[in-house]
């Protein structure tokens, strides 16, 4: 798995057309759920059930890709049952960014044992598409799995109103449509199409002849016994019928049509007489049905009664004529009787080489339909939407003001405002994504074009770009009202990553209209770092939005202990900070000194005048430090609390002293420093650490937490980390932040935290640590079993024992040995039964060096439970 790059084509195993190798993968979770390595797999979950979970990237295995997914997903791709088996404990009910579940993908491919380990936890959901396990198998024509899935997810329609039995009928799979048939027969999608259309329109005579048999299907499209016998092509029950020409279908369709989508030339013969020159509801006449469908030969009979004023460009692009079209090609322009360019004509026949000299792709991947669409050409759209709908381009256009990265014709027209346009490519390309997740509901959002706005909402309200925006958002951001009107109540409440809301957005950017529409909905939310709307309104001194806000918000403080008034004296706002004065309280804004207000100015003179001052603190139990700190002032923060000689900054210090509010301040400012030389504080000795290994190694669990993000897994020039800091003295709540973002670090020597806890008797750190750390060894083959024994902790041995018991060290040492050596009596009987037996690199046993050491009370225990020498 890559992250946010497509899946690419590497050595190794063939699966398709790609080749995967371990390195292809984000963890070696998912490699081995490849491989199929269900015993590896099991492993995995039990040592290290971090690597359990979504991971960013891509992963295309066959003609499937996968996009931030699950180990799971991958098993289900591959049909490994038994490692499904052991992974759908731990993953169900997960979902990849395309909103599909592993369910999904064995469904997808056919793996009935997958299916029936999966159906309880994850049947009856749907992807971003709303397709559901049963839709994509009866797509893929999968039977036995449709059989499975049909009693738990018959009926459930997509967006459209596309069902299961639409999906098997669309594709012939005819054996699944006999088993939906009964379900779901009968039901229309949100054109009115029932499953025989879909059949019908593709050609599946074996599908129509099933869908048919039904009672009332061919009714409720609008099939008389005339079109019924003109698509099977009986030339008889057409002659008994034709009392019933001239009908049209629930399309438009007649039977002539039909006929010559068919390719049915006898039918069409006795029926051009009488239905000639009729269109469907799409402005196509049967010779355009004929073309469409490579009937050439009825397409020439019929274009002598439908092919008046025909250019000969149009006809050589009817015919996929490619040398004439490059001969008539200065006539692309001209417009038959029906308003018809030969570019209408080709798309309709679908040559697609034909469209791509009449109106090239560019070098950027801009289709002839994305011109269209830019155009707002509805006829051309509509003839060109089979061949190039779903492209995406593979530059970017700027409309306006803002790019659409290999966007579609959709997001074009969208960001265009053509709403009619948009209304045909709805059916192709509705859902779909620009490079930077933008979606033509996105775009139509942040240009302010609200009838766009309405056809897209259904479909794709609710989603996020790539960095967390949603359509609402940009309508906001933008100050498009109407737009925002229309999406407030799908998407209203909704946070960025950041927690960011609509009305902050609003708010910034100072859209007075907007704040009224959002704020009875959105008020008083927070982002993630406690700021409000009114803060952000502060922030960039929007007077006006600042007075709407106030009733909601006023009073509340950030994460940072600042409130609205804060915000505007730092970033130097007179006009908003005298407003939001009026309306706080006086002890509130009286309490801050002259220097207090210089640090948060970054007034450097000022401070200098005052520095006597800076020990007191406001209402708010801030000191001038603090409030330089939340300005970002890094000079002030020097001149308040300097960088001693030898590297020792304000933030250590705050850390030595466990204030918390002074930590979380300057994290931002001195997070990552290390002190450049060594100093004693109490008994500890710092030897050019960071503030994280110092609130480790004295125990203050709240300010770990604070520094973790910026500081973790850092290390000192020997190797020491935070966690290790914290297991040497046994800070068992340090250690518990820690352990997962620096557990199995090991500092110079080789040495763990679970090496430093066994070392110095930390029982509970040993306890907590021995599941990641476990059976590591130091660059002396030393395990942490051999260092507590070594050392004489019988309880540090007892835990140890049945994970790292019987391991050897740098020539063959053990534990026991170790316990031997330096006469620990009650470790030795301890390790006696696990390893008496074992001998070292120069065939000495445990026994041999207590002998050699005079040991005697451990010779005696050795001896006495039948120890052996290698004498």
């Not at 779903?390 to 003001?401: C, F, L, M, P, S």
């Not at 001693?644 to 918390?660: C, E, F, Q, W, Y």
């Not at 070392?759 to 590591?776: A, D, H, P, W, Y």
């Amino acid at each position: 798995m890559l992250s946010d790059v497509p899946a690419r084509e590497v050595e190794g195993e063939e699966v398709g057309t790609f080749a995967l190798t371990r390195d292809y993968f984000a963890t070696d979770l998912m490699w081995a759920a490849y491989k199929g390595n269900a015993e590896e797999v099991e492993r995995i979950i039990d040592d290290q059930p971090t690597q359990l979970g979504p991971n960013k990237g891509s992963v295309k295995i066959g003609r499937w890709v996968i996009r931030d997914g699950t180990a799971l997903m991958i098993a289900a791709v591959r049909g490994h049952e038994r490692v499904v088996e052991l992974l759908v404990k731990e993953e169900n009910g997960v979902r990849d960014s395309n909103r599909k579940t592993a369910l999904m993908f064995a469904a997808q491919n056919g793996h009935l044992e997958c299916i029936k380990l999966l159906l309880e936890k994850e049947g009856r959901m749907k992807d971003s598409n709303d397709k559901t396990a049963l839709m994509f198998a009866a797509q893929n024509g999968y039977t036995e799995c449709v059989k499975l899935l049909l009693e738990e997810e018959g009926c459930m329609q997509k967006s459209g109103g596309m069902t299961a039995l639409m999906f098997a009928a669309e594709k012939g799979h005819t054996e699944c449509a006999r088993l939906l048939l009964e379900k779901e027969g009968g039901m229309r999608d949100s054109n009115g199409w029932t499953a025989l259309m879909f059949a019908a329109y593709n050609g599946h005579t074996g599908c129509v002849r099933l869908l048919c048999e039904r009672k009332g299907e061919r009714d409720a499209l609008g099939w008389t016994n005339l079109i019924y016998s003109a698509y099977f092509g009986d030339t008889n029950a057409i002659k008994s019928s034709l009392h019933e020409k001239r009908r049209a279908d629930i399309t438009g369709m007649t039977a002539l049509m039909w006929a010559a989508r068919q390719g049915h030339q006898g039918a069409v013969e006795i029926l051009f007489e009488h239905e000639k020159e009729m269109k469907d509801k799409d402005g196509n006449t049967a010779v355009m049905h004929a073309l469409m469908n490579k009937h050439t030969d009825i397409a020439l009979l019929l274009r002598k009664h439908e092919g008046s004023f025909w250019t000969p460009l149009m006809n050589a692009a009817a015919d996929g004529n490619v040398e004439a079209v490059k001969k008539y090609l200065s006539d692309k322009d001209k417009k038959n009787n029906d308003g018809e360019t030969a570019l209408i004509i080709a798309a309709r026949a679908g040559h697609k080489n034909i469209v791509e000299l009449l109106d090239p792709t560019d070098e950027d991947g801009v289709t002839a339909l994305m011109r269209a669409a830019d155009r707002s050409n509805l006829p051309a759209v509509r003839a060109l939407l089979p061949l190039q709908g779903g492209q995406k381009a593979t530059g970017d256009v700027k409309i306006g003001r803002w790019p659409i990265c290999k966007g579609t014709a959709l997001m074009r027209a969208a960001a265009r405002g053509h709403a009619g346009a948009a209304k045909v490519l709805l059916e192709k390309e509705e859902g779909l994504r620009d490079s930077s997740g933008w979606t033509a509901l996105m775009f139509a959002a942040w240009y302010g074009h609200p009838e766009c706005v309405e056809l897209f909402l259904e479909k794709e309200g609710g989603l996020r770009d790539n960095n967390g925006w949603t359509a609402l958002m940009f309508a906001a951001h933008s100050g498009h009202t109407g737009c925002a009107r229309l999406l407030l109540k799908k998407e209203g409440c909704m946070q960025r990553g950041d927690g960011m809301t609509a009305l902050m957005f609003a708010a910034e950017k100072g859209h007075l209209e907007c704040i009224k529409l959002l704020l009875e909905k959105e008020g008083g939310m927070r982002d993630s770092g406690g700021w409000t709307a009114l803060m952000c309104a502060a922030k960039y001194g929007h007077s006006d939005c600042a007075r709407l806000l106030l009733e909601r918000e006023k009073d509340i403080k950030n994460n940072d202990r600042e409130t609205a008034l804060d915000v505007a004296e730092r970033y130097g706002h007179p006009d908003c900070a005298r407003l939001l004065c009026k309306r706080t309280s006086e002890h509130d804004v009286s309490s801050w000194t002259p220097l207090m207000r210089a640090a948060a100015d970054g007034d450097v003179t000022t401070v200098k005048k005052y520095l006597s001052d800076k020990d007191k603190k406001n209402s708010n139990g801030d000191t001038a430090l603090i409030i330089a700190a939340r300005a970002g002032c890094k000079d002030i923060v020097e001149l308040l609390d300097p960088t001693d000689k030898d590297g020792v900054t304000a933030l250590m210090r705050a850390v030595d002293r466990n204030d918390l509010t002074t930590v979380k301040a300057l994290a931002p400012l001195q997070g990552k420093q290390t002190a450049t030389g060594d100093v004693k504080i109490g008994h500890w000795l710092t030897y050019r650490e960071t503030a994280l290994m110092r609130a480790a190694e004295k125990g203050y669990p709240e300010c770990v937490e604070l520094l973790l993000e910026k500081e973790g897994r850092m290390q000192r020039t020997d190797g020491w980390t935070a966690l290790i800091a914290a297991a040497k003295e046994g800070h068992i709540e340090c250690v518990k932040l820690l352990l997962e973002k620096e557990g199995r670090m090991q500092g110079s020597g080789g040495m763990t935290a679970l090496m430093f806890a066994a070392q110095n008797n930390k029982i509970e750190c040993v306890e907590l640590l021995l599941e990641r750390e476990g059976c590591m060894k130091d660059s002396n083959g030393k395990t942490a079993l051999m260092w507590a024994a070594g050392n004489g902790h019988q309880k540090c041995v007892e835990l140890l024992l049945e994970k790292e018991g019987g391991m050897q060290g740098s020539g063959g040492l053990t534990a026991l040995m170790f316990a031997a050596q330096n006469g620990h009596t009650e470790c030795a009987r301890l390790l006696l039964e696990e390893e008496g037996d074992m001998r070292d690199n120069g065939k000495r046993t445990a026994l041999d060096i207590a002998r050699q050491l005079g040991q005697k009370k451990i010779i005696a225990i050795l001896e006495g439970k039948g120890g052996t020498s290698g004498n």
